[in-house]
């Protein structure tokens, strides 16, 4: 086989596939040709796209390659779609951040970094299928540890959780100008 | 006159500390505490004030900021045992507000990645969301019930009665579901108790069936309506066994 046509190939069955594509699946279909092949066909694929400025785009996420369409096209597919996308709150996103970076955790293990109650956001995201049970903590009531799913890493474009954001170093830490608005604080001379 | 009052709305003590540190232009790591706590509890005023719902975790954090405030004032013990006495009454909270502020951060920067159906798009997917495979939906608790109780009502209606011990774990229940998901991928609601004589272990199997929905690790679906219930494995099935090995065994035996 060519590699062009082998590329034509892996093209379609990325458009066909409903999630990210592995090497393995590929190579299940595509019998007879070497994983590197198969590599190096999709980092091709995945250059021309990007530099003939495609609108579409191929990305690796959550341990496959899936077709994506290009971020700058994005007003045009939301207007196309219609309907609102669903917004992430705050506290859904720190909540799932903490999960994220100290994966196994339990339900009290993210209140106490928190300070707030989660419950109601642990249930939202395991809603989305954005977190999961993934064992029992060998503690009293054995509370369930939750952990991330795919969904999460294909969510926020990661390949794998080794390529989330590295968390700051403590010292590092540096609070960041805030827009926030005044608060109706009596000063302390009034008090 | 009006007075026009603004409140954001904080995610929880924590996230109004930070606020009133950022707003004071002081050092995390040098809380005047005399002032935080004022501005503190003022918030916490204003808060009732209008009515806004004031959490326990709140006033547990005002408490906190007393209790420190107070340690501040006395004067720093300094005999041999300054492990507990010497240490500055805030290092706790400092920590706190830190790691806080650490994951508050990583938040905002996974916010900035490219986000799926909000930057970047698949095709007709939207993996975020739990999709259904085509023509089926999701299978209410009610309709379950009303299937279960079929099968109950299946059952040989004995009158002799029988001395026997057995033992049925839902973790037994859980991994044979499992093994049989994995086997045959998709199974029928019915077929679950097909060998099942006594009630007990039908409400075993059921209850098992529902722990694995409750983890992901399996789905309930239905064609139509009326039709048949149908039970197929989640994505998250290769983490099940994980679970079950971590369920405690004597809490859910049940013996006949």
Known sequence: MEREDIKSIIESLLFVADGPLTIQRLGEVLEGVEREDLRSTLDELQAELENSRRGVRLV?????????????????????????????????????????????????????????????????????????????KDVPG?????????????????????????????????????????????????? | MTTRVQLEIFEGPLDLLLHL??????????????????????????????????????????????HIKSRMLLPMADDEDDEEEGTDPRQELVRRLLEYQRFKDAADQLER?????????????????????????????????????????????????????????????????????????????????????TRMEVVVTFLAMLELVKVRAIRIFQEEATGPIQIEAAAGIENAPAVLAMQDPEEDQHGT
Not at chain 1, 113 to 136: F, H, P, Y
Request: proline share 5%.
């Open chain 2, 113 to 197: 990645r490219e986000l799926l159906t909000r930057d970047v798009f698949v095709r007709s997917v939207a993996p975020a969301e739990e999709i259904p495979a085509p023509g089926f939906r999701e299978v209410s608790v009610f309709e379950l019930l009303t299937a279960l109780k079929r099968v109950l009502d299946r059952l040989p209606k004995d009158v002799v009665h029988e001395v026997m011990l057995e033992k049925i774990t839902m973790r037994e229940k859980m991994s044979l579901l499992l093994d049989q998901l994995r086997t045959q991928g998709k199974i029928l609601f019915e077929s679950l108790f097909a060998e099942v004589t």
């Open chain 1, 142 to 191: 054995r509370p369930f540890l939750y952990g991330t799913t795919p969904e999460f890493l294909q969510l926020f474009n990661l390949k794998d959780l080794t390529h989330l954001p590295t968390l700051k170093e403590m010292e590092e830490i540096t609070l960041p100008e805030m827009p926030g608005e005044e608060l109706p604080f009596k000063s302390a001379e009034e008090c």
């Open chain 1, 60 to 136: 690796e996420v959550a341990g496959g390659y899936q077709l994506r369409t290009a971020k700058v096209n994005a007003d045009w597919v939301k207007k196309f779609l219609g309907g609102r996308p669903a917004r992430m709150g705050r506290a859904t996103l720190e909540t799932l951040a903490i999960i994220a970076y100290r994966q196994p955790i339990t339900r009290a293990e993210i209140e106490s970094i928190r300070g707030v109650d989660v419950d109601g956001v642990i249930n939202t995201l395991l809603d989305r299928s954005l977190i999961r049970a993934v064992a029992r």
């Open chain 2, 21 to 66: 540190i950022k707003k004071n232009e002081v050092s995390i790591t040098d809380i005047p505490i005399a002032t935080i706590t004022e501005q503190y509890l003022a918030t916490l005023e204003v808060m009732q004030t209008f009515n806004l719902d004031v959490a326990g975790e709140f006033l547990v954090m005002a408490a906190t900021l007393i």
